[in-house]
């Protein structure tokens, strides 16, 4: 009896699991439903985080009819039934609906199924609700204008006014108080800026102080900023650059005055801060002990002005030519060239590099340059004066310019007694080093040959250029004419006003060179802050990095004084503007014990700290050639320099 009643109870499951099954399988029933990617719970729960651009998909166990779709699938916020478009998919199993209006942020929905539903075979489902609630878009910064300013091409914001206005558009409303306390300002404290409404989510920012001249700002509000309806920030950051201040920084003083300055402050720092036992200048000012021969050149010539100009008398001025030469005939030299860096105390090499620890031909033929000029200055009727003039001679008469070219039609730069000729570098045009040349070539002891110029230096013709750059014709050289300094090393004494070859006139090479260089400037096609008409030169100096030789293919930023100032006698007028910018807008910074610093960036806010022989010597020589062409009258008294001219075949 037990077993039967087992068996039929058994019986009656299996049937009644059998019917559920088939039920099931032949009704219509809802699988899934999303909204974008989000899935939209079926039962109990609601889905908080919806988005509101993004069509709602709604999977069923059967394909649907779709003549029951409107009236029984609706949806719907707060009473208010919202229409939409369908399309089914799927063979009819899978509807996507398309609101026919946005959906609105931060609000309820609910999805209803009514029971009136059907299957394509009639079929019909239970009814269901299904809810899901949009989020909040996130609060956006739509627009943000620094009124009175300038944007760069690459976005970069500029020229700011000291009193800056800031109007920031919002996606959506916001508190103005809580943004004022949400900003913040690198090198402010907050308090110095207050914000005001000015129409529909937007705000003006304006300070109550005046923001520095020439600085760089970042302006940063945090992403605790919130807006009126609770929309999260992700915080926002903003670099700006203010302009010029609106007055001058520095005492006003006419040009004559200003470039007198300029030449007596950069004439200290060959004079007073000559080395003490060489009379040598050092190469820099954290140098020490460490002398450089070519600035040392640029000294040496630095001192005739200061003898004109008044700094200091004629007697101290050859004390110190005594000195010097005294010191070079007793220092290293090496088959009569002095090496780059000597110990000012001692004579002996400091090594430039591993491989360049000997004679460095270029570095003494700007060295002579300058001993050279002050032979000419000096009297061969004075006899201590005359006695000089030949100590000069024969320190030039021992440099062995022919050995220097290995045989062959080239001057090299340097010898090592270590690794020999390990540098391997020719001496080749066009750069700075043309002095070099014409002082092989008019020696009397191991003089270089035509051929040599023809084939070493100017490579057959191959340093011609013959391009235009900015509309303006570049005799020779790399495109847009290199770091300016090609145009002053061999011209603090070499006088290029008719000074012409088969090659190029060198008068034009210098002035179009110049013009190339404020053109490429005033340009900007790396959208650096600041440049301009009046703030140029690129040339070899210090960086916010290291060292290195700017040009317009090498533009770093980085604006060098003794570039635009050095060109002063070829281009006047554009050189006096860029010297009243370097002292009247940024003197405060720029100016130091001896003139201008070595160099600045102000897209980095940089401003070196530094003085080097190589870029202060050029400034003061070159202004007085522009003044009175001191310098360049010298040459034509000095045979040496006619002499290596005729050799090479210059007109001058």
């Not at 399988?25 to 899935?39: C, K, M, N, V």
């Not at 009379?279 to 450089?292: D, H, I, K, Q």
């Not at 340009?523 to 703030?535: A, D, L, R, T, W």
């Amino acid at each position: 009896m037990k077993l039967k009643t087992v068996i039929c109870l058994l019986g009656i499951l299996f049937f009644q699991s059998c019917q559920e099954l088939e039920e099931e399988y032949s009704s219509l029933y809802i699988i899934a439903a999303t909204i974008g990617i989000e899935e939209i719970p079926l039962q109990g729960d609601t889905l908080l985080t919806a988005p509101i651009d993004r069509p709602i998909q709604l999977e069923f166990s059967k394909p649907l009819s779709s003549v029951t779709i409107e009236d029984n699938i609706v949806l719907k916020t707060q009473g208010e039934v919202i229409p939409y478009n369908f399309n089914l998919f799927s063979n009819g199993t899978l509807i996507s609906l398309s609101p026919s209006q946005p959906l609105k942020t931060g609000t309820l929905y609910q999805i209803q199924i009514n029971e009136g539903l059907q299957s394509s075979l009639g079929q019909q489902t239970k009814s269901a609700s299904l809810y899901f609630q949009t989020g909040n878009n996130p609060l956006t910064i739509n627009k943000v204008e620094f009124i009175d300013s300038k944007k760069l091409l690459n976005g970069r914001i500029t020229d700011v006014a000291l009193s800056p206005n800031i109007e920031i558009t919002f996606s959506e409303e916001v508190d103005p108080d809580q943004l004022e306390k949400m900003i913040s300002i690198e090198g402010m404290s907050s308090g110095q800026w207050e914000v005001d409404k000015r129409a529909t989510n937007t705000y003006n920012i304006s300070f109550k102080d005046k923001l520095e001249h020439f600085k760089k700002y970042t302006f940063t509000i945090s992403n605790e900023l919130l807006g009126l309806d609770g929309a999260a920030f992700s915080g926002a950051s903003f670099t700006f650059y203010t302009g010029a201040a609106p007055e001058s920084v520095m005492p006003f003083m006419d040009d004559e005055s200003l470039l007198h300055l300029v030449q007596e402050k950069t004439f200290g720092y060959f004079w007073e801060f000559g080395h003490e036992a060489s009379g040598m200048a050092r190469e820099r000012n954290t140098s020490g002990n460490l002398v450089t021969t070519g600035g040392s050149g640029f000294g040496v010539m630095a001192m005739i002005v200061g003898v004109e100009r008044g700094f200091i008398t004629r007697d101290e001025a050859i004390k110190r030519w005594q000195k010097v030469l005294t010191f070079l005939e007793n220092a290293d030299r090496f088959h009569g060239a002095w090496p780059h860096w000597l110990d000012g105390n001692t004579g002996k090499t400091i090594p430039f590099s591993n491989q360049d620890d000997g004679g460095d031909l270029v570095e003494t033929a700007l060295l002579l340059q300058g001993l050279l000029t002050v032979r000419s200055y000096l009297s061969e009727n004075v006899i201590e004066e005359n006695e000089l003039r030949e100590r000069i001679l024969n320190i030039y008469k021992e440099v062995e310019w022919s050995w220097y070219t290995r045989d062959q039609n080239v001057l090299y730069w340097h010898w090592s007694p270590n690794v020999n000729w390990a540098m391997n570098l020719p001496i080749q045009g066009y750069n700075e080093c043309l002095i070099t040349y014409i002082l092989a070539a008019a020696s009397p002891s191991y003089p270089i040959s035509k051929s040599v110029y023809e084939t070493g230096w100017a490579r057959g013709g191959a340093m011609v250029n013959g391009s235009e750059y900015y509309g303006i014709p570049l005799p020779l050289g790399k495109d847009l004419g290199g770091p300016l300094f090609f145009a002053h090393y061999s011209y603090l004494g070499v006088d290029p006003r008719n000074l012409s070859d088969q090659y190029a006139n060198y008068w034009e090479q210098n002035i179009n060179h110049s013009r190339i260089n404020q053109a490429y400037v005033m340009n900007n096609p790396k959208s650096f802050v600041g440049y301009s008409e009046s703030n140029w030169g690129l040339t070899a100096s210090d960086n916010e990095n290291g060292y290195s030789a700017h040009s317009p293919l090498n533009d770093r930023g980085v604006i060098t004084p003794t570039a635009a100032l050095s060109s002063m006698p070829y281009t006047p007028e554009e050189s006096l503007q860029a010297l009243r910018f370097f002292y009247f807008q940024l003197g405060d910074r720029l100016w130091g014990e001896y003139g201008f610093y070595d160099a600045f960036n102000l897209t980095e806010d940089w401003y070196a700290s530094s003085y080097l022989a190589i870029d202060q010597g050029p400034i003061i020589i070159m202004i007085e050639n522009y003044r009175s062409g001191l310098l360049w009258d010298l040459m034509h008294k000095n045979e040496i320099f006619q002499k290596g001219l005729k050799e090479l075949n210059f007109n001058y």
